[in-house]
């Protein structure tokens, strides 16, 4: 992961902190207590010194002071959630309020931390907590990018085989066109004939009706003369 354009390339969350603060000596008991729990830790002094961080390399989740001098953490949240959005957040302070809790947690924060800790212990549970919760989100947005490839794949061969369906219909109308055309004479010839032959019959039925009547005209005289 090396800036913003890469993050979407992530297929798993880094088992990586990044902690910044101003204190070294808080730097150096959180680096202590994460790494006991199989977490690599990378330590930022200033704002100034985790920004370019953040663009050289992937986090699976960012513990940070709110107030830093300089570049405060804030900035560095706000930095973070736009380079490594699956990154997962923590923000510390020693100056604990509501509205700072509240700022925090709007900003996309997944956790706020007052300083001094009342248990050290307590930071690694929230961390592991946190990066637990961003690398579901993670395997989530993966599997609907995987659902929507799918369905792509679906309407893709959809319209194929609507386009195909429709050839079909196409060419059984041009071929059925095509047929009448070619037996146009054939039919016309076998009408004309039916016809011819309809005429005959009538005009046998006509002529056999003449000679009937006429027969029976000569057998009256015939009788009448004797």
Known sequence: LTGAHDHRMITALPPTVLVV??????LHLLSLVLSARGLETV??????EALPLLKQRGFGCLL????LPGIDGIAVLQAARREQPHCATIVMTGYSSTASAIEAQRLGANDYLEKPFADVNLVAE???LAMKARRAALERDQLWERVRAIQAELVGAGHKLSRAETEIEMFEQVFGLRVQEATAPLR???AAAAARS??????GALTRSVLMDAADELACGLHGGS
């Open 198 to 203: 309809r005429s005959v019959a009538a005009s």
């Open 126 to 128: 929230k961390v592991d």
């Open 64 to 67: 940070v002071d709110k107030n």
């Open 43 to 48: 330590g930022a002094g200033s704002g100034e």
């Open 188 to 190: 016309q010839t076998v």
């Open 21 to 26: 603060d101003d204190e070294p000596q808080i």
